[in-house]
């Protein structure tokens, strides 16, 4: 992919973005590219749905994959307004998305209360070192299904 076509990208996310804002919404925009073309775009609707997990490039995601009709997003790259959080990196690594490439950082989000850099910095810490307990707690007891491998048999019982 080359640069100038990488900021024609960019600008997209960066236009969704504004759109957003003057709709009352959050500084956010995504746009997911496969082969030079935009298949998919998203932005934050945060406020305007309560769901704390509907930041742009999650919804940019959910609607790649209903157009693509996969959830595998493979050879598609994601180009967003600002610095992906920790929750949208992982669901892009899920989808198998290639690349990512943004345009304002978590430096240019912070005066204005909207970096994840805290985020990012926290999960890179041991668990026992993070502010959210986090504990694996093992089922236990003879009627508890093995949930893995019943899927894994109803998986090879549908092909």
Not at 67 to 92: E, F, I, N, Q, T
Not at 104 to 110: H, L, P
Not at 133 to 145: D, E, F, K, M, Q
Request: charged content about 20%; overall charge neutral; some cysteine.
């Amino acid at each position: 992919m080359n640069v100038a076509n990488e900021q024609v990208f960019l600008k997209a996310a960066i236009d969704l973005a504004r759109e957003n804002v003057a709709r009352g919404g959050r500084p956010f925009g995504a746009v997911i590219v496969k082969d030079g073309a935009i298949v998919a775009s998203g932005v934050n609707a945060v406020v305007a749905t309560n769901d704390p997990t509907a930041h742009a490039e999650i919804n940019a995601l959910r609607a790649a994959s209903q157009k693509l009709a996969s959830s595998d997003l493979s050879g598609c790259r994601v180009y967003a307004s600002g610095h992906p959080c920790p929750m949208c990196m992982a669901a892009m690594r899920m989808a198998g998305i290639e690349a990512v490439a943004y345009a304002y950082s978590n430096e240019d989000a912070a005066p204005f209360g909207l970096s994840t850099a805290a985020i990012h910095a926290e999960l890179a810490l041991p668990r026992a070192e993070q502010s959210m307990l986090i504990r694996h707690l093992p089922s236990t007891g003879a009627a508890v299904p093995e949930i893995y491998a019943d899927w894994q048999r109803r998986q090879h019982s549908h092909r």
